[in-house]
């Protein structure tokens, strides 16, 4: 998921890891739903996750990114964010490779 058209995958992780409160979160998370509901409207974004599925869990993926657990918690306080390949954070580094691996064996199939 990208915020804007023309940001990375780097800085949407870097926005999401530096974002330090429940106010600049939420509303961060408001605009990349805003943002994805444009890209449907255009005709431009196809999936079959809803808008704020798609940011709950791209910001999720960051928690993976080295986010501090305090962050963590707020994210899931402001949206309900989750990491996409496990239920719960933080998540050992062998659950992960496990889940992520299971992950990529779904997606190959489909």
Known sequence: MIHQDNETIGEFID???AIDNEEDARAFYEAAVAHIQSQIDRGKWKSRYS?????RSD?????GEGMALERVR???RVCQAAHPAVNHWPAAPEELFEAGR???ERMRRA
């Open 102 to 104: 299971k992950l990529g």
């Open 15 to 17: 926005a999401c890891l």
């Open 59 to 63: 910001i999720g993926w960051c928690f």
């Open 74 to 76: 707020m994210w899931e």
């Open 51 to 55: 808008p704020h599925e798609a940011v």
